[in-house]
T-cell receptor, first 115, second 113 residues
């Protein structure tokens, strides 16, 4: 049981390059989230998914796209990277219980540097 | 972006000391969670509090939800180096089928041996 895994762990991009971050969970959760974490800004929700084939915009979606073709995978894409997207990206897989209660299981993060 | 205010922002103490960190907002939350994040890792859930005035204990950690469900505190007794990390609080607003989570910036705790 690996929980939540993220690949890659670290990446350096040049401005304008594209890349895809992969999040995988083996807990059969319907909900999955992508966050970015920046100093002084805290965790901010980029996009989220409430089930296979569904995605929705979070708080800071601009410059990112997502896909949830399989329940266990949630992909975050950067089509044309910008220095402002330098950040640590976390994926979370969500267990919902007791009505609206949630437990978020976070991956180890992807550290992205855009030059 | 609405944030929960966490204080202090940084805290460095000696092993064996007690400490309290705070999470405050002007908003009422349906529930509030505390997470701990170690360097290079993602946050890990410590506790969820739901009822105003609720107190939960997790070994040496005591969590309290304010009576009005706008604030929370985390008290650590006899801190140990293993308690070092970033403590994040997150408050939830539930409206119908929608749920919004508001994150604090965290309290960075260093416990020195």
């Amino acid at each position: 049981n690996a929980g939540v895994t993220q690949t890659p762990k670290f990446r350096v991009l040049k401005t304008g390059q594209s890349m895809t971050l992969l999040c995988a969970q083996d807990m059969n959760h319907e909900y999955m989230y992508w966050y970015r974490q920046d100093p002084g800004m805290g965790l901010r929700l980029i996009h989220y998914s409430v089930g296979e084939g569904t995605t929705a915009k979070g708080e800071v979606p601009d410059g990112y796209n997502v896909s949830r073709l399989k329940k266990q995978n949630f992909l975050l894409g950067l089509e044309s990277a910008a220095p402002s997207q330098t950040s640590v990206y976390f994926c979370a897989s969500i267990r919902r219980w007791g009505g609206y209660k949630e437990t978020q299981y976070f991956g180890p993060g992807t550290r992205l540097l855009v030059l | 972006t609405q944030l929960l205010e966490q204080s202090p922002q940084f805290l460095s103490i000696q092993e064996g000391e007690n400490l309290t960190v705070y999470c405050n907002s002007s908003s009422v939350f349906s529930s509030l969670q505390w997470y701990r994040q170690e360097p290079g890792e993602g946050p890990v859930l410590l506790v969820t509090v739901v009822t105003g005035g609720e107190v939960k204990k997790l070994k040496r950690l005591t969590f309290q939800f304010g009576d009005a469900r706008k604030d929370s505190s985390l008290h650590i007794t006899a801190a140990q180096p293993g308690d070092t990390g970033l403590y994040l609080c997150a408050g939830a607003h539930n409206a119908g089928n929608n749920r919004k989570l508001i994150w604090g910036l965290g309290t960075s705790l260093a416990v020195n041996p």
